[in-house]
Nanobody, 116 residues
Framework: QVQLVESGGGLVQPGGSLRLSCAAS????????MGWYRQAPGKQRELVATITTSGTTGYVDSVKGRFTISRDIVKNTVYLQMNSLKPEDTAVYFCNAGTLSGDNYWGQGTQVTVSS
């Protein structure tokens, strides 16, 4: 069973920064891709950023230029650096890992609140 453990959420003022971490219980190269999703109250979960095995990254338009997804292969950890945070970024952020066989794994989520 794969475990994904997120950390790094919290309360930050508008314009501030946070870095989320997602530690996987196995080699992250065993996944086709990993990503970050978020879900705000009353809204559907949305894909925020992805990184593939080859290192290709992708972002939803609303975070381009502000968020950066990266990984540490030695630590089996994926990060989401979030800069210039806005109140509309407030959500629970979830780490996701997908395999070539179609399995999907989720972390427990970490709350990010952007408020003055």
């Amino acid at each position: 069973q794969v475990q994904l453990v997120e950390s790094g959420g919290g309360l930050v003022q508008p314009g501030g920064s946070l870095r989320l971490s997602c530690a996987a219980s196995r080699n992250i190269f065993s996944f086709r891709a990993m990503g970050w999703y978020r879900q705000a109250p009353g809204k559907q979960r949305e894909l925020v950023a992805t990184i593939t095995t080859s290192g290709t990254t992708g972002y939803v338009d609303s975070v381009k230029g502000r968020f950066t997804i990266s990984r540490d292969i030695v630590k089996n950890t994926v990060y989401l650096q979030m800069n210039s945070l806005k109140p509309e970024d407030t959500a629970v952020y979830f780490c996701n890992a997908g395999t070539l066989s179609g399995d999907n794994y989720w972390g427990q989520g970490t709350q990010v609140t952007v408020s003055s």
